[in-house]
């Protein structure tokens, strides 16, 4: 009989296994996907040795799909039912997408989801649907190269990337079967791709110039942990406006008209394209169009980009600002995207920041890098003991304070591990226990957030209502293990309970919880401001109604007392209305009117305070 093994002391019992883990670059004009291979992420090429797969895809009359370089070639042919750049339209409404721009080359139609969809002939497709396309065939290309199926990925967004859009790249990831690994911010991606995550801390710059977008990154390095100080750019700049100042120049000189068919502008600009990605190797080219016959140079080119990258470079400073430092602080610039091959690109901004940007890896491939590396550790592939200290939560946490309100101690998306304190007080004269409800969620209202725990402050000495100091801390450990404890800083009693937050949660439940929070934001804002005014015309008039009972008949004349009473009663009505700004007119007249009477009770409890002490009592003490 075979024996049975057992595993060294320390040491994992299970055989190591490698798993298949990627990242992807989801990218306006090219994707591209990589793995780590032997500690070394490499991106993986498709059949014919390409690496970059052009973000475009054809939607045919017989539902034929083409994806990547196949599709792109119908562009010029077939522009309707061709979709490129969709991730410009990720996440976006209708209105949204008006606003991006009149020169919208698809048919939109409306869809009942709120997400507006393309007419093609293969029907109307979503940018949702058409960005599955172009991660399944990603997809397929690693599982032929890594020869299985992948057990997760890193997607990679612009750190700019709000809530829907990140929301809608992971829906293209589960519509394309892709477990998402995480979300991961592109230009953080570049500098882990540089390694600069294993410094001890630094500012870097991330410069993305790709085919048509242009963004700016200031990040902070602490400890492994990346932070965005600031975005900026533009959404309309980039190589394509470098082709179309090339393809105009190039008009120019061969004497051709200014309006051309929409397939010979299309050749003007391959023919543009061709010639500014020789002349990154080359001194000059060669063109020709319509029977002309010139040369292009390095210097002319760089007149035709120069208002181009002065407004990248304006940008830079923006941020730079906006990010609350100075030019000189930026430790590192890191170069991404296609067009910073450009040499008078890589010179602008070696000017502007006053040394060299990092540009030894290829910038087309650099954020899919630094997406596979992040993947590598996610999935487990790295020995114990490397810990990933870029974690998130992926949901706010909180507690429950009077009227049923949330108060987020920890918001979404903060690295853990993480402590974050908050001070509470009590609500009533004399209250001796508080009960402290642990929440997760993006909702204002506990009803609609998700109960995590429960436990309660006791012994808390009597005091007045606001005079306890209850100082609560949320910490989440490296596991996102969540500890809350409460402390009455007074008297010193303390209590504490610990939850794992996202026990029993699924991908969906967080998934729908967000949702739920962009749908219902603006009514839950309402909600809550209601809430609020309720509870403080509820203290208000607690407060008000044992004040008068104790000295209003001693403190007040007649018509004092009956004013302040009418006044009071009106609060009680309307306390439980429904329009929080009728409420808090009322609260405002209730406490002007019964400003003297608070006065005057001051001034007696101050009497009452110093009568039978010397004032001396007070200096000692
Ligand atoms: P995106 O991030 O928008 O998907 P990329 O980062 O792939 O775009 O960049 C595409 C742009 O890079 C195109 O405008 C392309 O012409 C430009 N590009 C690619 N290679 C070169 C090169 N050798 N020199 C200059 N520009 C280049
Ligand atoms: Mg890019």
């Known amino acids: 009989m075979a024996l049975l093994q057992i595993s060294e002391p320390g040491l994992s019992p299970e055989p190591h296994q490698h798993r298949r883990a990627v ?28 690496h970059l797969l052009p973000s475009v895809v054809h939607y045919g009359k017989g539902g034929e799909i083409q994806v990547g370089s196949a599709a792109r070639r119908r562009l010029v042919e077939n522009p309707l039912d061709t979709l490129a750049s969709v991730k410009r339209y990720m996440g976006r409404g209708v209105e949204d997408i008006a606003r991006l721009g009149s020169e919208l080359p698809y048919q939109l139609v409306d869809s009942d989801n709120g997400m507006p969809s393309f007419q093609t002939a293969g029907g109307a497709i979503s ?25 997760g990925a890193v997607i990679t967004v612009p750190a700019y990337f709000d809530d829907a859009q990140r929301q809608a790249t992971k829906d293209a990831a589960t519509l394309a079967g892709i477990k998402v690994l995480r979300l991961l911010n592109e230009p953080t991606a570049a500098a882990i791709a540089y390694g600069l995550d294993q410094q001890d801390q630094g500012v870097i710059a991330v410069y993305d110039l790709g085919g048509g977008t242009f963004d700016i990154s200031i990040l902070r390095l602490t400890r492994g942990v990346f932070e965005v100080l600031a975005t900026g750019g533009d959404s309309a700049l980039g190589g394509d ?10 008009g120019r000189q061969a004497g051709l008209p200014d309006a051309l068919d929409p397939s010979q502008q299309r050749m003007l ?63 590192n610039i890191v170069m991404v995207g296609g067009s910073t091959r450009t040499p008078r690109v890589r010179e602008q901004v070696a000017q502007l920041f006053g040394k060299p940007p990092l540009v030894d890896l290829d910038p087309d491939r650099v954020v899919a890098l630094g997406a596979a590396i992040q993947a590598d550790i996610l999935v487990g592939n790295k020995p114990d003991g490397e810990i990933l200290l870029l974690d998130v939560i992926p949901l706010s946490l909180g507690l429950e304070t009077m009227g ?32 402290i409800h642990v929440l997760q969620g993006e909702r204002e209202l506990v009803s609609d957030n998700r109960s995590l725990a429960r436990f309660e402050l006791r012994d808390i000495p009597p005091m007045v209502a606001g005079a306890a100091k209850v100082r609560v801390v949320f910490q989440v450990d490296a596991d996102g293990l969540l500890s809350v404890t409460a402390k009455e800083l007074t008297s010193g009693v303390e209590a504490r309970v610990e939850v794992k937050p996202s026990y029993g949660l699924s991908d969906e439940e967080v998934t729908s919880m967000l949702k739920a929070s962009y749908t219902h934001a603006k009514e839950d804002m309402q909600a809550r401001a209601l809430k609020e005014q309720q509870v403080e015309a509820d203290r208000m008039i607690e407060d008000l109604t044992a004040a008068l009972a104790a000295d209003g008949r001693e403190l007040l004349s007649e018509e004092e007392y009956h004013c302040l009473e009418v006044a009071l009663k009106d609060l009680r009505s309307l306390a439980s209305s429904e329009d929080h700004r009728l409420i808090a007119r009322h609260i405002e007249m209730v406490a002007k009117a019964s400003e003297t009477f608070a006065a005057r009770r001051m001034d007696v409890s101050i009497k009452k305070a110093l009568s039978g002490h010397h004032l001396t009592d007070f200096d000692e003490q």
């Open 241 to 250: 406006d470098f082709d179309r100042a090339i393809a105009e120049w190039i």
């Open 269 to 331: 600009l391959e023919a543009a394209r061709a010639a500014k990605e020789q002349l990154t190797e080359q001194q000059q080219v060669d063109v020709a169009a319509a029977g002309w016959r010139g040369t292009l140079g390095r210097e002319q080119l760089g007149e035709l980009l120069k208002p181009y990258i002065d407004k990248t470079l304006r940008a830079c400073k923006k941020a730079v600002r906006d990010a609350g430092l100075e030019i000189g602080q930026v430790d």
């Open 23 to 50: 990242g992807i670059d989801l990218g306006t004009t090219n994707s591209l996907v990589a793995t780590v291979r032997s500690g070394t992420p490499e991106t993986l090429p498709d059949k014919q040795g390409r």
């Open 127 to 151: 940018p949702v649907a058409a960005s599955a396309e172009i991660l399944e065939a990603l997809e397929q290309r690693a599982e032929l190269a890594l020869d299985g199926s992948l057990d």
């Open 404 to 435: 049923g309100l949330t108060e987020k101690i920890i918001h979404r998306n903060t690295t853990i591990p993480v402590a974050k304190a908050q001070e509470f007080t009590t609500f009533k004269d004399g209250q001796a226990a508080m009960a």
